[in-house]
């Protein structure tokens, strides 16, 4: 768990981030969503104190993060940034031992450690182990990247635009594969990004900064529905609201009894694929598969219903 | 018509760009120069010496043949490997054969006559140097095989100057008259060189650092080391006399450390702070260079800033660092010899001495191992340079 309580940066005149008190619970994903300069970018790297804050503190597990050293902190959370920040001399393999070598752990149990990461990634150890930053795809630079930060097996994950340099399609499957990892490894992540999309996708939480002040701390259900000042209305996007709205539930479990015929759709598709999978197919229902097997159907109006605003 | 035009377009194509001035300096070197010069003695003006004149009608023709083949070679389309054997094999004949030129012109007897390598010989032999760099630099060589390459050439001129064919030559009549002063003050040259570089290095290094890491003394020192790149090395060098006196006279064991206002002391002094900018500003540059990525990802990561300085900012600025190191070195090696003039020793001696007594010779005992000294420098540091970016894998992650 990470509390972060009345915290405050001042640079000589500007106030970069102003009292923000959040608290992100553990396991989960907090997506600081703000225009550049908002202060979202300071108000993470106070987190593993890159930046001290002015006033207030930050604590992780109960502890004060000024208890102990910096660089002993940062060793046991992970971080990655925009453009990954891999460093271009050393291999993949050392890449990626960055942090276990800090810690002295021994020869052995670093190798089996980068190999185990290198596959979490989808990336075969023989082949990329021994690879220089260069010579690889910027998707898998930025998978290295990721890996990386979790070599050391961190609690907690900081993430400052990590798909940033991605181009659209590599980033929605980098993003895919980031969810899953953190589901199986029940990392607590704190994500800074300007893509409302991005945030809504990956976040359990959604934080929305503006000139270093926090906004609105809520899931994203409530982000879109409720924003807490035009600002952050403007920000989700009054006209996308209700596509936003549909890309948080899986068509699964919006499905009903009702027989359609058709192709079908998966159980996990977002109910926002669903829907532009019916209209796109001039159906008002279509059969729902899980595992492809029929478990019922979903229907236009199902979904429609969902994409409504609070009354 | 149609294939008369084709027929020029390629004949203009066949011949080689750089091949075509190349032959023309062997032409000028052999035919119009006078290849080697003899005078009574050293001081008198040498008479100029055709190569028939200088090395016998078979001697100069088998030269002629030879370096007409090189010409030739040269400004036809030829394959990098044939162009270096023949630039290689050229050098090599034309290097035995001024010496050979030293024995056919001396008379027997006659110690006091001295024979020089003429114009002519050096057209030819920068022609040659021209052949054989840019056959090299077609080949493509690693940093390894042009080491090796280096190494050969040195290995090459030892044996050349050890089997005793250069001895009937002005130059190493010279250096046998001198040979103890020859070689004490080659060590001295080195020491003043290397000894300016290293000190630049010790120090400079980590001002380069401290002006990275605070841009309030960045300014000042850069502008301060630029201003003294900017005085004229014969006046820095006087210059240094004065102060260097002063600390002589009243820092109490000054003078036991051999420090004075004319000598070494002032003479290392000055190279050393002409050494400095380019040590300082190019490890500035090398660790500005350093993607901000990398270094922010270093902190977020947990390494201190000792562990970042020497385990990712040091190994990536390391190229233009050793750059730096290589402007420097080649810089000192030639402008050591100035400091002969404030009696530092160095090579200059030579150079002064032969200058002062109008021997040609004499300067070129001090002025031809400088020169060498400053190339093999060049060359190995060139290819230092180059190893330190290949592991640096020289693409940067943007």
Same mark, same amino acid.
């Given at each position: 768990?990470?509390?972060?309580?009345?915290?405050?940066?001042?640079?000589?005149?500007?106030?970069?981030?102003?009292?923000?008190?959040?608290?992100?619970?553990?396991?989960?994903?907090?997506?600081?969503?703000?225009?550049?300069?908002?202060?979202?970018?300071?108000?993470?790297?106070?987190?593993?104190?890159?930046?001290?804050?002015?006033?207030?503190?930050?604590?992780?597990?109960?502890?004060?993060?000024?208890?102990?050293?910096?660089?002993?902190?940062?060793?046991?959370?992970?971080?990655?940034?925009?453009?990954?920040?891999?460093?271009?001399?050393?291999?993949?393999?050392?890449?990626?031992?960055?942090?276990?070598?800090?810690?002295?752990?021994?020869?052995?149990?670093?190798?089996?450690?980068?190999?185990?990461?290198?596959?979490?990634?989808?990336?075969?150890?023989?082949?990329?182990?021994?690879?220089?930053?260069?010579?690889?795809?910027?998707?898998?630079?930025?998978?290295?990247?990721?890996?990386?930060?979790?070599?050391?097996?961190?609690?907690?994950?900081?993430?400052?635009?990590?798909?940033?340099?991605?181009?659209?399609?590599?980033?929605?499957? +980098?993003?895919?594969?980031?969810?899953?990892?953190?589901?199986?490894?029940?990392?607590?992540?704190?994500?800074?990004?300007?893509?409302?999309?991005?945030?809504?996708?990956?976040?359990?939480?959604?934080?929305?900064?503006?000139?270093?002040?926090?906004?609105?701390? +809520?899931?994203?259900?409530?982000?879109?529905?409720?924003?807490?000042?035009?600002?952050?209305?403007?920000?989700?996007?009054?006209?996308?609201?209700?596509?936003?709205?549909?890309?948080?539930?899986?068509?699964?479990?919006?499905?009903?009894?009702?027989?359609?015929?058709?192709?079908?759709?998966?159980?996990?598709?977002?109910?926002?694929?669903?829907?532009?999978?019916?209209?796109?197919? +001039?159906?008002?229902?279509?059969?729902?598969?899980?595992?492809?097997?029929?478990?019922?159907?979903?229907?236009?109006?199902?979904?429609?219903?969902? +994409?409504?605003?609070?009354? | 018509?149609?294939?008369?035009?084709?027929?020029?377009?390629?004949?203009?194509?066949?011949?080689?760009?750089?091949?075509?001035?190349?032959?023309?300096?062997?032409?000028?070197?052999?035919?119009?120069?006078?290849?080697?010069?003899?005078?009574?003695?050293?001081?008198?003006?040498?008479?100029?010496?055709?190569?028939?004149?200088?090395?016998?009608?078979?001697?100069?023709?088998?030269?002629?043949?030879?370096?007409?083949? $090189?010409?030739?070679?040269?400004?036809?389309?030829?394959?990098?490997?044939?162009?270096?054997?023949?630039?290689?094999?050229?050098?090599?004949?034309?290097?035995?054969?001024?010496?050979?030129?030293?024995?056919?012109?001396?008379?027997?007897?006659?110690?006091?006559?001295?024979?020089?390598?003429?114009?002519?010989?050096?057209?030819?032999?920068?022609?040659?140097?021209?052949?054989?760099?840019?056959?090299?630099?077609?080949?493509?060589?690693?940093?390894?095989?042009?080491?090796?390459?280096?190494?050969?050439?040195?290995?090459?001129?030892?044996?050349?100057?050890?089997?005793?064919?250069?001895?009937?030559?002005?130059?190493?009549?010279?250096?046998?008259?001198?040979?103890?002063?020859?070689?004490?003050?080659?060590?001295?040259?080195?020491?003043?060189?290397?000894?300016?570089?290293?000190?630049?290095?010790?120090?400079?290094?980590?001002?380069?650092?401290?002006?990275? =890491?605070?841009?309030?003394?960045?300014?000042?020192?850069?502008?301060?080391?630029?201003?003294?790149?900017?005085?004229?090395?014969?006046?820095?060098?006087?210059?240094?006399?004065?102060?260097?006196?002063?600390?002589?006279?009243?820092?109490?064991?000054? =003078?036991?450390?051999?420090?004075?206002?004319?000598?070494?002391?002032?003479?290392?002094?000055?190279?050393?702070?002409?050494?400095?900018?380019?040590?300082?500003?190019?490890?500035?540059?090398?660790?500005?260079?350093?993607?901000?990525?990398?270094?922010?990802?270093?902190?977020?990561?947990?390494?201190?800033?000792?562990?970042?300085?020497?385990?990712?900012?040091?190994?990536?600025?390391?190229?233009?660092?050793?750059?730096?190191?290589?402007?420097?070195?080649? =810089?000192?090696?030639?402008?050591?010899?100035?400091?002969?003039?404030?009696?530092?020793?160095?090579?200059?001696?030579?150079?002064?001495?032969?200058?002062?007594?109008? $021997?040609?010779?004499?300067?070129?005992?001090?002025?031809?191992?400088?020169?060498?000294?400053?190339?093999?420098?060049?060359?190995?540091?060139?290819?230092?340079?180059?190893?330190?970016?290949?592991?640096?894998?020289?693409?940067?992650?943007?």
């Amino acid at each position: 768990m990470i509390e972060i309580d009345a915290v405050t940066k001042v640079y000589g005149e500007a106030t970069v981030v102003d009292a923000v008190t959040a608290t992100v619970p553990s396991g989960s994903v907090a997506a600081i969503v703000g225009t550049s300069g908002s202060g979202k970018s300071t108000l993470l790297r106070m987190i593993n104190r890159l930046v001290d804050p002015t006033s207030g503190a930050v604590r992780i597990d109960g502890r004060d993060t000024r208890e102990e050293p910096p660089h002993v902190l940062r060793r046991r959370i992970g971080y990655v940034i925009q453009g990954n920040g891999l460093f271009p001399h050393r291999t993949v393999a050392q890449n990626i031992a960055t942090v276990p070598v800090l810690l002295d752990w021994d020869k052995r149990r670093i190798a089996a450690r980068v190999d185990e990461l290198l596959e979490l990634f989808q990336l075969d150890p023989a082949e990329f182990r021994g690879r220089m930053p260069h010579e690889l795809s910027g998707g898998q630079q930025q998978r290295v990247g990721v890996a990386r930060g979790l070599a050391a097996g961190p609690n907690i994950l900081l993430m400052d635009e990590p798909f940033g340099a991605l181009d659209p399609i590599i980033r929605a499957k +980098a993003q895919d594969d980031l969810a899953a990892i953190q589901k199986r490894l029940g990392t607590t992540i704190v994500l800074v990004t300007h893509d409302m999309e991005e945030a809504i996708g990956l976040g359990d939480a959604i934080g929305v900064m503006d000139e270093g002040r926090l906004l609105q701390f +809520a899931p994203p259900e409530e982000i879109i529905a409720r924003p807490a000042s035009p600002f952050v209305e403007r920000l989700v996007g009054a006209a996308d609201r209700p596509f936003r709205l549909l890309s948080l539930a899986r068509c699964g479990d919006l499905a009903g009894p009702s027989a359609a015929s058709g192709p079908a759709i998966d159980a996990d598709t977002s109910a926002r694929d669903a829907l532009a999978d019916l209209l796109w197919s +001039a159906r008002d229902a279509a059969p729902v598969a899980r595992d492809g097997v029929i478990v019922g159907s979903v229907t236009r109006e199902a979904l429609e219903a969902k +994409a409504a605003g609070p009354r | 018509m149609r294939s008369g035009r084709d027929g020029a377009v390629l004949s203009a194509r066949r011949l080689d760009k750089l091949g075509v001035p190349i032959a023309g300096l062997v032409a000028i070197g052999a035919g119009l120069s006078p290849f080697a010069t003899f005078s009574a003695n050293r001081i008198v003006l040498g008479e100029p010496r055709s190569i028939f004149e200088a090395l016998g009608a078979v001697g100069g023709g088998l030269t002629l043949v030879g370096l007409t083949t $090189a010409a030739l070679v040269a400004v036809l389309p030829t394959r990098p490997l044939l162009r270096l054997a023949v630039s290689v094999s050229a050098t090599a004949v034309l290097m035995v054969m001024i010496g050979r030129a030293g024995t056919h012109l001396t008379p027997p007897d006659v110690t006091l006559a001295r024979v020089s390598p003429g114009s002519g010989f050096w057209v030819l032999l920068f022609a040659l140097a021209l052949f054989l760099t840019d056959s090299l630099t077609r080949l493509r060589l690693s940093p390894v095989q042009r080491l090796v390459g280096l190494a050969l050439a040195v290995t090459a001129m030892a044996v050349l100057l050890g089997s005793g064919a250069w001895d009937d030559l002005s130059i190493l009549k010279e250096y046998d008259s001198r040979a103890p002063e020859f070689w004490r003050e080659g060590r001295r040259h080195v020491v003043l060189a290397l000894g300016s570089l290293g000190l630049a290095v010790i120090t400079g290094v980590p001002l380069g650092v401290a002006c990275n =890491q605070s841009p309030r003394i960045r300014v000042p020192l850069l502008t301060g080391l630029n201003f003294i790149q900017t005085i004229p090395s014969i006046a820095l060098f006087g210059l240094l006399i004065a102060p260097l006196a002063w600390v002589a006279a009243s820092v109490p064991g000054a =003078q036991d450390l051999g420090i004075s206002g004319i000598g070494a002391a002032p003479a290392l002094v000055a190279l050393y702070a002409y050494s400095l900018l380019p040590v300082v500003s190019n490890t500035v540059v090398g660790l500005d260079g350093v993607s901000r990525q990398a270094v922010d990802a270093a902190s977020g990561m947990g390494m201190t800033a000792r562990q970042k300085l020497l385990r990712i900012e040091a190994p990536l600025a390391l190229p233009v660092i050793l750059a730096g190191v290589r402007i420097v070195l080649v =810089q000192n090696i030639g402008l050591a010899t100035i400091a002969a003039l404030i009696g530092g020793g160095g090579f200059g001696v030579f150079v002064f001495q032969g200058m002062g007594q109008t $021997a040609t010779d004499l300067i070129l005992l001090g002025a031809l191992p400088t020169v060498m000294m400053a190339f093999v420098a060049a060359v190995g540091l060139d290819a230092a340079v180059e190893l330190s970016e290949r592991r640096g894998a020289g693409k940067r992650t943007p």
